[in-house]
């Protein structure tokens, strides 16, 4: 089975204590996202990495920033955590498959982050 | 804004079919119909796609219409881990960059 984690899965911190989030899949996919989801506005596209050392910014990405050192692992970084950036958070990979349209988004369980 | 639109919420009984529409009307020759569904405390799962032919899979049927500005999630024999809200969403794949706009979906109930 194709599987997307993430660590940790709940996470409470005080405002201006930095965040990791981590993210792995073990598909060997190349492209990954980090999102986040909020009552009534739907997923929030943070960044998106193409591959190693390969990122770019999403809709969202003020306040946080990404780290991709290997192919498998996706990290998702707050400095000085805001309330405002309580959410929960979802990675996801990209399986391209074998035919050009057969593209799907595997999603991990999240974490779900409170900053106080 | 949204580029869908479906119902809040089904009911259904353990093991009948059901049928979740969405209507997408002004739908791009390039788009494709995804659907997701998302359980609580969970990541959104993908279920199936299509660009104007039915498919199927382990999971559904995806019935689209003619003049592709509708689709229909058929679902055989509900069960309660079926329970979830389903997302119907457009996207057009391998573009990389992809935003996932979900909105409500429709939540469907699944009675035992």
């Known amino acids: 089975d194709m599987k997307v984690t993430q660590m940790p899965r709940y996470l409470i911190k005080r405002m201006g204590e930095n965040v990791l989030l981590e993210c792995g899949q073990d598909?060997?996919?190349?492209?990954m996202y980090w999102y986040r989801q909020d009552p009534g506005l739907g997923l929030q596209l943070i960044y998106i990495?193409?591959?190693?050392?390969?990122?770019s910014e999403g809709d969202i990405p003020k306040g946080y920033r990404v780290s991709r050192k290997k192919r498998e692992h996706f990290s998702l970084i707050l400095d000085s955590a805001k309330t405002n950036q309580t959410s929960v958070y979802f990675c996801?990979?990209?399986?391209?498959?074998?035919?050009?349209?057969?593209?799907?988004?595997?999603f991990g369980p999240g974490t779900r982050l409170l900053v106080l | 804004d949204a580029k869908t639109t479906q119902p809040d919420s089904m009911e259904s009984t353990e093991g009948e079919t059901v049928h979740l529409p969405c209507s997408h009307a002004?739908?791009?020759?390039?788009?494709?119909i995804y659907w997701y569904r998302q359980v609580p405390l969970q990541g959104p799962e993908y279920v199936t796609h299509g660009l104007q032919q039915n498919t199927t899979n382990s999971m559904a049927f995806l019935a689209i219409a003619s003049d592709r500005k509708s689709s229909t999630l058929i679902l055989p024999h509900v069960s309660l881990r079926d329970a979830a809200v389903y997302h119907c969403?457009?996207?057009?794949?391998?573009?990389?960059?992809?935003?996932?706009?979900f909105g409500k979906g429709t939540s469907l109930t699944v009675i035992p």
């Open positions: 996801a990979s990209r399986s391209p498959g074998t035919n050009f349209n057969q593209d799907t988004q595997y």
């Open positions: 598909m060997s996919h190349e492209t």
């Open positions: 990495s193409y591959d190693v050392d390969s990122n």
């Open positions: 002004t739908i791009s020759g390039n788009e494709y």
């Open positions: 969403i457009l996207r057009v794949p391998l573009t990389g960059y992809q935003n996932f706009y």
